[in-house]
């Protein structure tokens, strides 16, 4: 299972979409890279990457870990 998560909102209380199963995932070798298949036929992926100290991308820090409570009671809205 997984869902987005509003990338400005550091108090983890809002998700941007509803959990969702998906079928599969893809680490790229040698990167942060990784993709998430939504569909069996892969036609829905959404690709992302862990971010890295002083992203280049976004600008933003790190990818940290997440206490697994606080992702459980993410709220939608």
């Given at each position: 299972?997984?869902?987005?998560?509003?990338?400005?909102?550091?108090?983890?209380?809002?998700?941007?979409?509803?959990?969702?199963?998906?079928?599969?995932?893809?680490?790229?070798?040698?990167?942060d890279s990784f993709v998430?298949?939504?569909?069996?036929?892969g036609t829905r992926r959404?690709?992302?990457?862990?971010?890295?100290?002083?992203c280049d991308s976004c600008?933003?820090?790190?990818?940290?870990?997440?206490?697994?409570?606080?992702?459980?009671?993410?709220?939608?809205?």
């Open positions: 299972m997984f869902c987005r998560v509003i990338k400005t909102d550091h108090s983890l209380s809002i998700a941007a979409s509803e959990w969702t199963a998906f079928c599969q995932l893809e680490f790229e070798e040698g990167t998430v298949w939504l569909n069996e036929d959404l690709r992302s990457w862990r971010h890295l100290d002083h600008g933003g820090e790190a990818t940290t870990e997440l206490d697994l409570t606080a992702i459980a009671s993410l709220k939608t809205d």
